[in-house]
């Protein structure tokens, strides 16, 4: 059940709470792209099975490769 803001010290907790979780989100991200690009980089498995293992889309894979993706640094 979702907590209610009464306030806006509780919409303010409500908010860090979401700047966690995407900052949770881009870190589990990054750690997901370099993990891509290990197992490319090995040599041993096709942009497929890179794409389905890591559950993205096979264009994702090769962008990743490319180090492209859209907040890298």
């Known amino acids: 059940m ?3 803001a009464r306030d806006l010290d ?8 979401v700047r966690d979780a995407e900052q ?4 589990a991200r990054r ?3 370099e993990g891509i690009r ?13 794409a389905e293992a890591a559950d993205v889309s ?3 894979v090769r962008v990743v490769v490319r180090g492209i993706r859209p907040g890298d640094k």
Do not use: F, Y
Not at 10 to 17: K, N, Q, S, V, Y
Not at 24 to 27: F, I, K, P
């Open 58 to 60: 096979e264009p994702t």
């Open 31 to 33: 750690n997901r792209d």
């Open 10 to 17: 509780d919409l303010r907790e409500l908010a860090e709470g």
């Open 38 to 50: 290990d197992v490319r980089r090995a040599g041993q498995h096709t942009v497929a099975e890179i």
């Open 24 to 27: 949770t989100l881009d870190t």
């Open 2 to 4: 979702r907590k209610k």
